[in-house]
C-alpha cells in the first residue's frame, strides 16, 4: 500500500479559525426560499410557515452566516417589495433566473427565520440596477435605532428593534456579462466604494464586502480586483471571490485536486490585497470572503437546465441546479473547505453556496421529506469539531499527476489544534487504491483518539453513488476501523477516495 506521512507542527499557527468560515447562502433562486426553508402547509411548518425538518439540519449543518437574497438575483431586487404587508407585496419577474417573486418571504420573515436557526445575516444590496440611495435606504430601515422614516417604516412592519445586520456585501458578481447591470471594473469600483462610503456614513459599525472575480478563468480576473481595490480599499472591509468546481470529460484526477486550485486562487487574490494596500499606504487588513464556493455541475446546467428553463414560461419556484451529489462530491467539498481552513489567515469568511435544494446540502420535496446530501458530512463534522487554531503541517505524499494543476500529492491535510483536541482533516486522492498514513504528533504522546470518521464510496456502491429521497442514507460517514495511536504517532489506511475527520482528545496529553 502507498505509504504518505504528515508532521504536524503545534506550535506554528496558521490563524484562528474563524466562525465565519462555515457560512451559507439562501437567494431567491429555485426551490432554495420556497418549497426549500418556507413552506406553509408542510406537515413540519411553524406557525410562520418554515419548514421545520428542513431547520433542523440547518442546525445540524452548523451554518454560522447566511449570505442573502443573491446572488444575481439581487441585481434585480427591489428590498421595499419584500417588506410591508403581504397583501400589498408586488409580484415581480426575477429575470435573472426566469423566474416569478412573489415576495412571500422578505427581510422580516428571514431574519426570523435566521435566529431560529442561530445564524447571522449577510445581507446584498443591489448595484445592478440600483445605487447609493437604495443600499443607504434598505440599511437605515433594518439597522436605524433612532426615529427615521426608514427606521419607522420597520417599526410599523412589526420589528420595533433594529436589526442589526453586520455584513453587507456591495452587489454580486458585478464582473460577469450573466449579471443585471453588468459593470467594468472601474465603473463598479468607484459604485462600490461611493455607496460603501454613504453606508459606513449611516452605520459605522458594519463590515463591507466588495465583488471580486466570479471565477478565476474570468478573463478580467486580476485586473478586476486591482481596480476595484484602487477605488474602494480605503472603504471596505473585504474582497470576495466565488469558486465552483465540477468534473469535466471524466478528469477526476483534476477535479479531486480542486481544493489546489483554490490555494492557488486565494494565493493570487491576496498577493493583489497586499499590492494594493501597500501602493496606497494603507495598514489595515482586507479579508477575502470566499461568499459563493461550492461543486456545482455548471456545464449540465448551460447545456441541459438552463435552455428550457428560459425559453419556457415564468413560473414561481422552478427547480434550478438542484445538483445530486456524489461520494466524489463529497470528497471535494471536504477537501475545498480544508482549503479555507488551511488559508484563514487570509480567508476571512466563506459561504458553501448554496444551503437548501440548490446545489445544495439540503434536499427538501414539497410535502415530502428532506434529507443530507453526501456533501452534508464533511461540511458538518468540520464544523462541528474544528475550533481553535490551524496549525501548519507538511505532507510527504506519492504524488498524481493532473491535466488541470500538475503534479499534487495524494494526501491532502489540515489540522486543527483546540483547548482539548486535536482535529486531523484528511483526504485520499487516489480513487483506486487506500493510502497509509502515519502522523508525527510530537509532544502529544498522552493523546487518544476521540473519534475517527471517513466519507467513501458505501459497500457495493461506487464513487458515483448519492443520497436520493428514496435511499437518502446511502452515504454517511462511516467509522475509521484502521485509525490507531502509539507512542505519539497516529496511523491509519485511508479508503480510495476519501475525507475523514479525526478527533484526537489532548486534555490528558503531554
Ligand atoms: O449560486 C448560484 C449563482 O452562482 C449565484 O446566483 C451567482 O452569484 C453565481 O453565479
Redesign the pocket.
Known amino acids: 500500500m502507498a505509504q504518505a506521512h504528515l508532521r504536524v507542527h503545534l506550535d506554528e499557527p496558521v490563524a484562528a479559525v474563524s466562525e465565519r468560515l462555515f457560512g451559507s ?1 439562501v ?1 431567491h ?1 429555485g426551490r432554495a426560499v420556497y418549497t426549500g426553508i418556507y413552506e406553509p402547509g408542510h406537515p413540519t411548518a411553524n406557525s410562520q410557515g418554515f419548514r421545520t425538518d428542513v431547520l433542523e439540519l440547518v442546525r445540524e449543518l452548523g451554518a454560522t452566516v447566511i449570505r442573502y437574497p ?4 439581487v441585481s434585480g431586487f427591489r428590498w421595499e417589495d419584500s417588506v410591508g404587508p403581504r397583501e400589498t407585496r408586488p409580484t415581480r419577474l426575477d429575470v ?1 433566473w426566469h423566474s416569478v417573486e412573489t415576495n412571500e418571504v422578505g427581510l422580516h420573515e428571514f431574519a426570523g427565520w435566521a435566529d431560529d436557526a442561530g445564524v447571522e445575516i449577510m445581507q446584498a444590496v443591489n448595484l445592478g440596477t440600483r445605487g447609493i440611495e437604495e443600499a443607504a435606504a434598505l440599511l437605515e430601515y433594518s439597522n436605524h435605532a433612532g426615529h427615521t422614516a426608514r427606521a419607522d417604516e420597520r417599526r410599523a412592519n412589526g420589528r420595533e428593534t433594529p436589526f442589526d445586520i453586520t455584513l453587507w456585501c456591495l452587489g ?2 458585478m464582473d ?1 456579462p ?1 449579471q443585471i447591470g453588468h459593470k467594468t471594473a472601474d465603473e463598479y469600483g468607484r459604485l462600490a466604494a461611493e455607496t460603501g462610503r454613504v453606508m459606513k456614513w449611516v452605520d459605522p459599525s458594519i463590515e463591507l464586502v466588495a465583488a471580486g472575480s ?1 471565477n478565476a478563468d474570468m478573463p478580467t480576473f486580476g485586473d478586476w480586483e486591482r481596480t476595484v481595490l484602487a477605488h474602494s480599499a480605503d472603504v471596505i472591509d473585504h474582497i470576495s471571490l ?1 469558486a ?1 468546481y465540477e468534473e469535466t470529460g471524466g478528469d477526476v484526477a483534476s477535479f479531486l485536486a480542486s481544493g489546489v486550485g483554490l490555494d492557488r486562487y486565494i494565493g493570487t487574490v491576496a498577493g493583489i490585497i497586499d499590492e494594493a494596500l501597500a501602493a496606497q499606504g494603507l495598514t489595515k487588513t482586507v479579508g477575502i470572503s470566499v461568499d ?1 464556493w461550492n461543486v ?1 455541475y455548471q456545464s449540465r446546467f448551460n447545456e441541459v437546465d438552463k435552455p428550457p428553463l428560459f425559453e419556457g414560461g415564468w413560473n414561481e419556484h422552478p427547480r434550478i ?1 438542484e445538483d445530486e451529489y456524489s461520494v466524489t462530491d463529497a470528497v471535494v467539498v471536504g477537501s475545498l473547505l480544508m482549503s479555507l481552513l488551511r488559508n484563514a489567515d487570509r480567508v476571512s469568511m466563506a459561504n458553501l ?2 444551503l437548501v435544494n ?2 445544495a446540502p439540503i434536499r427538501s420535496e414539497p410535502g415530502g421529506p428532506a434529507w443530507r446530501q453526501t456533501t452534508f458530512y464533511p461540511f458538518s463534522l468540520t464544523a462541528a469539531a474544528a475550533h481553535g487554531t490551524v496549525v501548519r503541517c507538511t505532507v510527504e505524499s506519492p504524488v498524481v499527476d493532473t491535466a488541470r494543476y500538475g503534479e499534487v500529492d495524494l494526501l491532502d491535510a489540515v489540522v486543527v489544534r483546540g483547548d482539548t483536541e486535536l482535529v486531523l482533516l484528511l483526504v485520499n486522492r487516489d480513487t483506486a487504491a487506500p493510502l497509509s498514513i502515519s502522523v508525527d504528533l510530537a509532544g502529544l504522546a498522552g493523546a487518544g483518539i476521540a473519534s475517527a470518521l471517513s466519507v467513501h464510496a458505501p459497500a457495493g456502491g461506487t464513487r458515483f453513488s448519492s443520497n436520493t429521497q428514496a435511499a437518502p442514507d446511502t452515504v454517511v460517514p462511516v467509522p475509521l476501523s484502521s485509525a490507531e495511536l502509539a507512542y505519539g504517532v497516529f496511523t491509519a489506511d485511508l479508503p480510495a477516495l476519501s475525507w475523514s475527520i479525526v478527533r484526537l482528545s489532548t486534555a490528558t496529553a503531554e
Not at 443573491?70 to 438575483?73: C, E, H
Request: hydrophobic share 45%.
Open positions: 447562502f437567494e433562486m443573491g446572488g444575481n438575483f435573472a454580486n458578481e460577469g450573466w466570479s466565488h465552483y459563493e456545482w441546479i453556496a448554496q440548490v446545489i
